[in-house]
Nanobody, 123 residues
Framework: QVQLVESGGGLVRTGGSLRLSCAAS????????MAWFRQAPGNEREFVAR????????SYADSVKGRFTISRDNAKTTVYLQMDSLKPEDTAVYYC????????????????WGQGTQVTVSS
């Protein structure tokens, strides 16, 4: 079992940057496919980015491609989401998720979830 704790959220102006971190505990982190999702009020949880266990494969939602970067440090059992050129529509609670299986862009594919961290982008 892997436990996830997100941090790094906050309030930022349009065009600004934030770096989210997701610290994991548990022995299976280095073999887990990890992802970030987000959920705005009244909306369903949506895929943002994912990364393979070794970090060699990444994919992004079209809405964040070119602005967000997902990465991981298996020695520190942490996954990151660097968010640049932020827009008001990026405002949401951001969740870290993981699975020992092959991850997808679907939330139901993930077994472990953090509690979320709020990101608010002001216009």
């Amino acid at each position: 079992q892997v436990q996830l704790v997100e941090s790094g959220g906050g309030l930022v102006r349009t065009g600004g940057s934030l770096r989210l971190s997701c610290a994991a505990s548990g022995r299976t982190f280095s073999s887990s496919h990890m992802a970030w999702f987000r959920q705005a009020p009244g909306n369903e949880r949506e895929f943002v980015a994912r990364i393979s266990a070794g970090g060699g494969f990444t994919s992004y939602a079209d809405s964040v491609k070119g602005r967000f970067t997902i990465s991981r440090d298996n020695a520190k059992t942490t996954v990151y989401l660097q968010m640049d050129s932020l827009k008001p529509e990026d405002t949401a609670v951001y969740y870290c998720a993981g699975t020992p299986s092959i991850g997808t862009t679907q939330a139901r594919a993930y077994d472990y979830w953090g509690q979320g961290t709020q990101v608010t982008v002001s216009s």
